[in-house]
């Protein structure tokens, strides 16, 4: 049996309940190293913002419906 990370998982759930989007859709790109999120489906963005460290933030009708980032297993964030 594969073992998991019940902590990580924890975290991760208290984190994503402290977001205001209550739905959430991910993929994980591992060759492009890229994690895709989607607050809305289906979701087609008319705009886009690029941030200084390398996350796009898509919108449609000038609401956030996603986050795309770039280089995410190479990512830590402090706790």
């Known amino acids: 049996m594969a073992s998991i990370d019940v902590k990580a998982i924890l975290n991760l ?12 859709w991910y993929s994980y790109d591992e060759e492009a190293d890229v994690l895709y999120l989607n607050f809305k489906k289906p ?3 008319d705009d886009s913002e690029l941030t200084d460290d390398d ?5 449609e009708k000038g609401e956030v419906i996603g986050i795309t980032v770039l280089h ?5 964030v402090a706790m």
């Open 13 to 24: 759930a208290s984190q994503l309940l402290s977001i205001p989007f209550k739905r959430i």
């Open 43 to 45: 979701s087609h963005a």
């Open 55 to 59: 996350i796009l933030i898509r919108y």
């Open 72 to 76: 995410a297993s190479k990512r830590k």
